[in-house]
């Protein structure tokens, strides 16, 4: 699958090349995850040989404001008929772009931007693999069980609420006044939890003589029952500890003692040249300062007490 690098709020360019008899192209974008259209056009020749016709599309912002895996349709017309071809795509944030890997790194002037952007892809897994989580801004479901209380934790950073089915049942959507809790809902300001509003004086008179009875209170969020939150999930950017640890290691693939610099080398003999490293040398990313900046995403930051 071939990855595209998306930036918020911009527009992203794809190229496809047609037979030189093409006389246009269309496009639809789907995504593949949930099979829902994205976008549809048409493409504009920029490239004209003998042998073929290479044409752009354009995916406007509201295309490539998430993470998502996407497929695009090339529809060319010709003379005698259509052809289709479909790709399919990983669209992807980058922990750091070229600009600012220079920006924050030692890099050299000869070094290109299509080169950092596959360190940074290498880097970007890294990091991923090593908190054990990725820095994505996606569009998806997530499931989460009550707990009788008037707050549902996720175990995810969640930035905005679209629906919530309790049990496989509708019961919240954002905007609709068809499917509403009792009391508005709102994301908490730690993005870890759904809260109930409790602003006015009659949501917090509700709040302090709730309606039930001496034998049972099922709260908002009722305990063991099943709750899917449809929603944007993720960081709404890339935190700055993580775009530097990201910058720091594309600035290790590049260097050529890149083998025993900041590898938790506790130990060298030059006459035998005998290396040893640290206990917890296969644990980290290589880089002892990237290690540190990236330590405090490491730690289980969704506790229920």
Do not use: W
Request: some cysteine; glycine content about 4%.
């Amino acid at each position: 699958m071939i990855e595209l690098l998306r930036q918020d709020d911009s527009t992203l360019t794809l190229n496809y090349t047609a037979s030189a008899y093409a006389t246009g192209l269309v496009f639809e974008v789907y995504d593949l995850d949930s099979n829902d259209f994205i976008q549809g056009g048409t493409g504009s020749a920029s490239v004209t040989t003998a042998s073929y016709i290479q044409y752009n599309i354009t995916l406007n912002s509201d295309s490539t404001q998430y993470d998502r895996n996407i497929k695009v349709e090339f529809v060319t017309t010709t003379a005698s008929g259509a052809y289709s071809e479909i790709n399919r795509y990983s669209m992807r944030r980058p922990y750091a772009t070229a600009s600012r890997i220079r920006d924050i790194a030692t890099i050299q002037n000869s070094t290109t931007d299509a080169t950092l952007q596959k360190l940074e892809r290498r880097a970007r897994m890294i990091i991923d693999s090593f908190v054990g989580f990725a820095f994505y801004k996606k569009k998806k479901s997530l499931d989460a069980y009550g707990n009788n209380t008037d707050v549902l934790f996720m175990n995810e950073e969640i930035l905005s609420v679209n629906k919530i089915y309790e049990d496989d049942l509708l019961v919240y959507e954002n905007g609709s006044s068809e499917y509403q809790f009792d009391y508005p809902i709102e994301v908490s300001v730690s993005n870890n939890r759904i809260k109930i509003v409790n602003s006015t004086e009659k949501n917090k008179e509700s709040l302090e003589f709730p309606k039930f009875s001496v034998f049972h209170y099922d709260g908002i969020f009722k305990k063991d029952h099943l709750y899917e939150v449809d929603g944007v999930f993720g960081y709404e950017y890339v935190p700055s500890a993580v775009e530097e640890a990201a910058a720091l290691l594309v600035e290790d693939y590049l260097c050529n003692d890149s083998n025993i610099r900041n590898k938790n080398i506790v130990e060298l003999s030059n006459d035998s040249y005998d290396i040893k490293y640290a206990a917890d040398f296969a644990t980290g990313t290589g880089n002892l300062i990237v290690d540190s900046l990236l330590a405090e995403y490491r730690q289980p930051r969704f506790m229920v007490i």
